[in-house]
């Protein structure tokens, strides 16, 4: 069983930064893909980056260029960095994890099977 920890929510001016947390807590098999969703309010999630077992990432490309995800294997941490921030970025972001083998370049909910519980972000213009 896996479990998501995520950062607490947080508010920063239209560009700005942000660097959000998700703590894996149980068994992490070798070959995985971890994901950050973002949901406005009214919309459904939207896949904004993913990142596997081996560091390979992709993006959105409403965020490419200015998000960031990681990870310190160590410490089983996921990251994602936000910069220069736009009001359209607020929302809800999700961290997400599944055993694949793999991230594929179309990041899509249904793709996961554990879920944080999330985290507020608002962005003011």
Known sequence: QVQLQQSEGDSVQAGGSLKLTCSVFGSIYSSYC????HQSPGKDREGVANIDSDGSTNYADSVKGRFTASQ??????LYLE???MQP?????????AAYLTY???????????YWGQ???????S
């Open 34 to 37: 971890m994901a950050w969703f």
């Open 72 to 77: 310190d294997k160590a410490n089983n941490v």
């Open 82 to 84: 936000l910069n220069n």
């Open 88 to 96: 359209e970025d607020t929302g809800i972001y999700y961290c997400a």
């Open 103 to 113: 991230c594929s370049g179309n990041i899509v909910a249904s793709d996961f099977n």
């Open 118 to 124: 999330g985290t507020q972000v608002t962005v003011s």
